[in-house]
Every structure is written in structure tokens, then in C-alpha cells.
């Protein structure tokens, strides 16, 4: 009863800020600008197309033309009849026009597509889900133009979420820009709005809402009200630091939960490792509400408490970006001796890390950071996550998202310790301190 | 067994000592009162007792347990001194906070609250926001939530502080009611007359120690100072009064008289008898609480 009734107390002050109010209306707001995306299938003569205005654009500037060096698509049409695109068996021209046979020529040694094999590699690079390609030139009476035909039978796509889409924002804005696969958008979505954006915006606002309860509950004058009651005061703490952490995860859990609805409902794509973000997102700003909560009851001052919490953050995010560099480097250094010297022991690669760092430093960094909370690689875990979620094991390894990461259990364990650790001096210093 | 009891009881801030080994005793049922300058050490006491500031030394116990456990406080109701109360709060929300942490059922807050309320005559105020309460209404939440709990023993600290004359009246009214029904009261108040009037014991600190302790008769008796007046134009014979050993003094109309040590009144009132005076006016002179007070805590 205890704890229901220091939670609902501190409901009715994160309420009574309006601060609480005005983050359930920004999420909802995201919620439904994120519900506001449609997602369009491109077809193939779309897409092409799209490529190929870019491609214009270029020649127009390299020559000074104005245009009149320019590849289009002729002819486009499905071959089999089919409905969807990824199902369709495409045939097209594509045609170079350029004033005459020396621009043509010069157009030709470029990588622009105006041979059949600069084509073939477009298509093979670009649009390598089309099978059975085959490409020819088209002998062509004006020695300016070229013209290649391309046909195609069948794709790799057995889906629409592989199938590439246009996103339109707000209901009706196009954004070609963005164009991809349906998997890699909604990845995009997930991870840049949501795990990025969205998570700072919660940790961020989680911070600031929270940072206030401990110290307000020091206030001469209230604190004896609270602890004269028959409630220990670690007890008083620990349950103020849940209320706070159930704050950011009723926040996460609406936003997280209405993306994840809204992004079903419009894609089809429903991914349960997006949810993981839900406690994800908790637990990080639990190690920052544990910093927040020490200060808070060190100083008794909210604004101290925000900007531990702040600087805590940046420090964590620091070390955890420069020790994911340091990771990712001496992974590529002991692939590297491993295919130079098979079975060799490793050497001394000299005073400078490959990140141009002397060896002591890049060594003390290193054990900061793996000593520290593991804020970094929680964020990482969390892109991981959605990425498994939703791309393709072939999406991932082009994406680089496989990289081998420090364990889940290592993560956790070793923030946890850190959680219990700044808890530990709040609630010792809360027991001794007078008043 | 005694409600609270303190022995030798010290607390020192730093090298600043604020109690210098306070012995206090109340009985369950009494209303004591425990009077002060501001930095006397009273609030200090009463914070150890309910385990919000620690002791440095001695003893301190709470219906037989050491002060300051936490299932000690399920039995004690406190209004500090100086509160602040959640400004987020409402009088209601207030008092289900404080009685649910006091484990009071949500079936008997329900039934308590409104009571209590009106008990502190701020019914009125159930939906209100504690931030636009005056300091007078604070201070009646502030005793409401004291006793919402139905505690044995109440610490009020200043009770009747930002209070108007009425209400002075009706919370005393309130304390005589609670020690009716047999409950303790541990009252810190500047206001002596209001002390005086509501509190069977009265214990006066100075500077951290003890300097008087007894009950509100005890502390403002004048042992030894009688006033005594005769009939209209009849003198008073001070001359063989004097020869009896006894010190006199004119004081208006009247004469106060001293004994000598060991020496009752009786030797003047039979002179004066024997003599064919008309004794008016015989009694033993008190003196108020605020006399007691300044002479011993103001330092006079």
C-alpha cells in the first residue's frame, strides 16, 4: 500500500508540472505523424526513372548541354501481365541521346549506362532482386544515339515488404528521397525516429520530470512529513526511484506501443523485437536516474540533479562511441594478422593505435569503458534488435549491423552494479543526514 | 510505562551541541508542553524522538521502543513546524496519502477524511489545491493529518501558528477532547498563556538543558510570597510584624508579607487576630507561566 501511495504521490506532482501532460501529447503526436507515412510501391519505370532524372541533371552540368545529352527509358512494359511489380517480368529500353557520335563516345567511357555492360552493372548493382537479365544493344541509325534493351524474367522478391516503396509523409507528401524496400524504411522509421529521436526526447524528458522528486521530498518543511511516517527511508527512496522509472516507462510504453500498432496497421510489418525498445529505453534512463537520484539527494537541488544526469549521459555516450571505434578497430587488427600470420601470436603494432591514439591512451579508454555503464551498447543492442526485427540476414550484413557486441548479460550486469551502486550511497547518505 | 521518555538525551550539529543531556518523562494521557527561545533545542527533541534528526548521546524511547523505528511512528501523529505541504495536493488527496502510509484502509479513509475535515473546520476545502490555502487553513490540514491515523501520541509543533483567535480556541478544544480520550500530546508552543491553559506538565528548556520541569501549578507557585490586605482604614501593624521575623512590603493597598525560613503564615494571621484586625485579602502569591519563563529561559 506503501508503494502504491508514494507512486500515485508522485503521479500527482509529475501531473501537477504539466510537463507529464504535454509528453503524452507529443507522443501521441508522433504516434500519428508516424501513422501519417504512407508507404507506395515504386515500379520499376518509376524507380529508373527517378534515377535517371538525377543522372540527366549531372550531364546537363558536366557539359553545359542543357540537356540536350540525356538517357531515357522507352518501350517500358510487363512482359507477363502481372499486378504486382515484383512479380512482373519487365522489358525496356534504355536510350542515350546526345548531339553527336564524339558526345555519344565520350558519354560511353563514362559510367553513365549508355553501353550494355554499363547497364548490365546498373541493374546488377541497383536492381540486383530482377533475374534473368539480359542486356543488348540496339544498333541505331543516328550515330548520337544508343539505344540498349533490357528485359527481365522473374525477381528475388517473393514479398512486398522486399518490394521498393516511396514513403509519403502527412498523408500526401512525397518523399522519393527516402526511397527503399519496405523492411529498410520501416527500419528507418524504428531506428532514426523512434530509438534515436524518440529516445532521446524520453530520456531527455524523462530527466527533467523526474529530477525534481527526490529533492522536492528533501524541501525543509516536507521532508519530515514524509519520513515521519512509519517507512524506512531507503525504502522512501527506492520506491521514489521506481515512480520515477515507471514515469519514463508508461512514456515509452505509449509511444513504442502506439508506433508499433501504427506501423502494423500500415505496413503489415509487425515486429515484437521493436517492443524490446520498451524496457530498453527503461533501463538506460534507470542508470541516468540513478545518477540523478544521488545528486538530487547530495544537494537537494533538481537542477544539480538534471545536470548530472545530463553530464553523465554525454560522458557514458562518449566513452561508449570512442570504445565501440577502439572495438571495431582491433576486431579489423586481428583479422588482419590473422590472415597475415595463420596461428602466429600477436605483435606489438607499435607506440599508435590505428585510431592515430597513443597505445596508453586507447588502453585507458578501453577499460573505462568497460567498467563504465554500458549506455553505448544498450543503444547499440537497441538498433540491433530492430534492425533483427525487421531486415533480412542480407540487409544486415550489408548495413554492417553484425558486428559481434558485448553480451547482453555483461551489458546489464555491469550497469545494474552501477544502478545499485549510486543507490546505495543515495540511500546511505539519506539515512545519515539529520532532517 | 511511560509514552515517551528521554535520558541524558544529547545532540550536537557539528561542534554546535543543541541538546546537553535532556531528561524528559510523559505519561500516557498528559498534555506536556515544552517551552523555549527559538534554538532552544525543542524542535531538536522532538525530532529525535520521531527519528527525523539522530542523536549524538543518550537515550530516547517512544511507547517503550527506541525512538524513530518506523513501527514505532505507526502510533504517533506529528504537525511540524514550518511545513510545506505538496502544493499538488488537495486537502482530501493529502490526507489519503498520509493515512494510507499509516496503512489506514481505503474503506475507512473514505469515512475518516471527510470527518476530519470538518473536525478542523476545513470541509470546505476537500477539492482544493494546498497552494492556494492560507496559512491559517495549512495549519488545520496540518493537525488534521496528524490525527487522521488515530495516533496514541501527538507531536504538534506550533499548533496554532498563523491560527486566528477563534480557532486558537476551538484547537485547544480539540487537544482537551483528544486527552479525554486518552491520548498524548507533546506540544511545542511560544504562546505560554495558551500553554498554561491546555498543558498538565510544562518543561522549559534554555540553550539545550533542562531548566524547569513540572507541572503548569508547580512552576508558577511563589512559595513564600503571601499578599494580605485588612479592613478599609485599619493599618497594618509591619512594625510587629517585622519583630516576628518576617519581611514586609507595602504593595498598594495591600502588604506582602515573607516568612522567615521554615515559617508558616500563621504567627501574622493570629498577631493581627490578637491585635483586633479584620483580615479582607490572605493568599499565597503566584506568578504567570510568562513570569516562570522569562526568569528562567529569557534569562532574568
Redo the contacts between chains.
Sequence with gaps: ??F???L??SY??A??GKIFQAMIVLAVLFILFIASISYRPVTLDEEIGRRFRIVNRMLSFGQGNKGATKIEVENFRIANGATEPWNSDYELDIVTTTPDEATLTEIRKSPFPATASSVRRMFEDEFFYLTNLTVEEVPQADPGHARIRVNTRGTTVTEATAWPHEPTLLFGVPAPIFNGTLRSLVYRVEQNLVNTLGGIAVLLVGVIITAGFVP?LM???????Y??????RTELLIYKYIGGLLFVFLLTLITVLGVWVVIGLRTGIWTPEFLLLIPILTFYFAILYAVSVLFGTLTRSALVAILAALIAWGTLSLVGYLNDQIRTVRQAEEQVRKMLQPGGEPTDAGEESALGLPRWVESTLYTVGRVLPRGWDLDTQASRTIARGVLTEQEIEKRKLNEVLPSWGETIGISLAWIALLLGLACWRFE?R?? | MPVIETRELRKN?GRMPALKGVSVTVEKGQIYGLLGQNGAGKTTLV?IL?????KSEGAAQLLGEPAGR?????H?G?L?E????????TGY?LLD??A????VPRAERRRLIPETLELVRIGHTSNKKIKGFSKGMKQRLGIA?ALLHDPDVIFLDEPTDGVDPVGRREIRELMARLKDKGKTIFLNSHLLGEVELICDRVAILRAGELVREGTVADLTQQKGLFELRLAPGQAFPDSEVRKLGFDVQQAGDGWNVIPPAGTTIDPVVQLLAGAGKNLRHLVEKKSSLEDVFMAVAGGN
Design positions: 500500500m506503501k502504491l501511495s508514494i500515485k504521490d500527482r506532482e501531473v501537477d522536492n524541501r525543509k518543511g516536507t521532508l519530515d512529513l519520513i515521519v511516517k512509519p517507512i524506512g545519515t539529520d532532517g | 550539529y525530532k520521531l527519528g527525523i534528526v539522530h518506523p513501527t514505532v511512528r505507526r504517533v506529528y511540524p514550518d511545513h510545506q505541504f505538496p502544493g499538488y495536493h488527496s496519502f498520509s494510507s502510509m499509516y496503512g493529518q
